[in-house]
């Protein structure tokens, strides 16, 4: 793994593949770490002749941290967002965007094919609409338009989101892990118990950092909809939701790929909302005849 200036931010990075062939961006969702995307997935895209780039997202994992933004107050922020002021947050999610785009300038990618999962497929979203012309390609997994007339997250969902660990304790917050994929894990893909329990000590190990985390939240809480720019998007689009996600209901995925001029859709049963080795070994399926038939655009 190495790090690099993007955007005024050190940003961890790590890639598969020879970097002369193109380039497929893996943006991570709230919280996530880079190594929350399999090696193996991972792998596997590299074997098909792609260069994979996997990052963390400021915030989290071993890229920057912004704790000179403080905490944000999300009960005024809702009170914001409900009576319509304008809402305070540490930073945007086109911000997020450009630290993609910096990312790519820092290692000398002129174009790629976009990945994201859940808050990264906004990310990714947001990379089609304001950089259109860095896109072979646009994937956007359990993610959403920010329609807010979209059904909700399920009460359970939306407990545990806002529920924390009995402590920073690491056990405490692996079993605060597996509370939450429980939840909103995939029915279908499950985890192995021993390595999910593994995974998440070893993001805790890597690095834990609750308020970036929360101001990650926030971002992705106060995001406008991209209801009225998505229809602009001309890159060739592929969208992937679980029918079985708690989290962001699959309807969300209906409605994006209804937005986005010839977007393929494709709905999973039991498929949550997390990245389990065997969920991913579907996706990969589905991923590589897209990212293979838009190859250099």
Known sequence: MANLISNGLSLEYETFGASSDPAVILIAGLGF?????PAAFCEALAAEKFHVVRFDNRDIGLSQKLEQKGLPDLPRLMQQ?????????????SDM??????????????????VGMSMGGMIAQLMAIFYPEKLYSLTSIMSSSGNRHLPPSTPAATSVLMSAPASQAVEDVVAFGLQVNDVIGSPGFRWDRAALEE???????????????????????????????????TAPTLVIHGKDDPLVPYAAGEDTARLIPGAKLELVDGMGHDLSPALCDHLAGLLIPHLAANRAG
């Open 199 to 233: 995974h998440i000590r070893a993001c805790v190990v890597r690095s834990y950092c609750p308020t970036g985390y929360l101001r990650q939240y926030a971002v992705v809480l106060a995001a406008n909809p991209r209801v009225s720019e998505l229809p602009g998007v």
């Open 97 to 114: 965007a450009a630290d993609v785009a910096g990312l790519m300038a820092g290692l000398g990618i002129d174009r790629a094919h976009m």
């Open 33 to 37: 770490q880079l190594i929350d995307w």
């Open 81 to 93: 967002l409900q009576t319509g002021q304008p809402p305070e947050v540490p930073y945007h999610l």
